[in-house]
């Protein structure tokens, strides 16, 4: 689904193109009557595009347009307006607009272009994110193998495990969970990051409880693979943790079993300040990085024995 918000002065128009654009039901429209107001709602609200008016009172769609770029340099942005001289396309396109249509003719060819226009943005926006995503999360693994094969104490790889995480991947957070089969409890051994207390003031049990309860961490080992929460604000399994994470914005994160041989001995896990920041490829990454982690571990107890 791809969130947009809409911005113009006829408050008419604004209701119309929402009512056209949401019948796809790939689109949810938020709409404003004032582009001052509209920069200070994507200050507090993710949105994947924004739709503007140019000809606006207090300030025009070029004008927004400049504010928007000094901010968030790569969302969609999209110009649409009755306003079609030439000069007022070239300016927006100088200034970062991704597109720019006119109004006018059959609402519903008007209306299928700018939503083609939205999906065409949004997907070359997120495509690029992945990549970036992907391109940290390779960075984090290569540098982990290294810190592998110099480092020969326990402590200090997990230390620089989620080192490693938080500043070559920029997770918010990342920590490291040992299991501790006689109390049946997880313990947080190693962290870096934005943390400000949050590990104190949570308890990860591994006994039957209700499975809502367990969170991602208790479900990660005893289901023996990832967990994931793109939205923590919605998900169940984060209910417990919910308000500790949002203090301290946390708004995704993933649960991948720490495993020596084949017993799981902990978990490792991440946060992101972006929600859905977690896909199939980025978890396989992690999961590739966590096993190389609990093979070096495996390895280090081998040799003390």
């Known amino acids: ?13 604004l209701e119309i ?10 689109i949810y429209v938020d709409i404003l009557d004032s582009a001052t107001q509209a920069l200070t709602k994507i200050r507090t609200t993710k949105y994947d595009a924004i739709i503007s008016d140019y000809q606006m009172p207090e300030m025009d769609g070029i004008t927004f347009l400049k504010a928007v770029r000094a901010e968030f340099p790569l969302l969609p942005f999209i110009i ?14 100088n200034n970062g607009a991704d597109h720019y249509l006119q109004k006018g003719g059959d609402p519903r060819s008007q209306y299928a272009e ?25 960075a984090v693994l290569s540098s982990t193998n290294r810190a592998i094969v110099r480092i020969r104490d326990r402590q200090a790889l997990l ?35 934005y943390e400000e207390g949050y590990l104190s003031n949570i308890s990860i049990r591994l006994d039957n409880i209700p499975h809502k309860s367990m969170g991602l961490t208790g479900t990660a080992i005893r289901e023996g693979h990832a967990i994931i929460s793109n939205d923590i604000a919605t998900d169940p399994l984060m209910a417990h943790y919910r308000e500790e994470a949002a203090k301290r914005g946390y708004l995704s994160s993933a649960a991948i079993p720490l495993r020596a041989g084949d017993r799981i001995i902990g978990v490792m896990r991440f946060y992101s ?3 859905n920041f977690f ?3 980025e978890i396989q990454l992690l999961e590739d990085l966590v096993a190389d982690i609990g093979f070096a571990l495996g390895m280090m107890e081998t040799e003390r024995r």
């Open 80 to 93: 649409f307006t009755g306003k079609g001289r030439e000069e007022v396309v070239i300016e927006a396109l």
């Open 279 to 281: 896909n199939d490829q």
């Open 159 to 193: 230390n620089e495990a989620c080192r490693i995480a938080v500043e070559n991947g920029k997770f918010l957070m990342a920590w490291i969970g040992m299991t501790n089969p006689e109390t049946r409890t997880v313990t947080p051994i190693a962290a870096c990051g």
């Open 17 to 26: 193109g929402k009512l056209y654009l949401e019948r796809s039901k790939t």
């Open 114 to 138: 700018l939503l083609h226009m939205i999906e065409r943005s949004v997907q070359r926006n997120r495509d690029h994110d992945s990549i970036i995503h992907l391109s940290r999360l390779n």
């Open 1 to 13: 689904m791809i969130s947009a918000l809409y911005v113009d002065d006829e408050r008419s128009l």
């Open 273 to 275: 300040r972006e929600k």
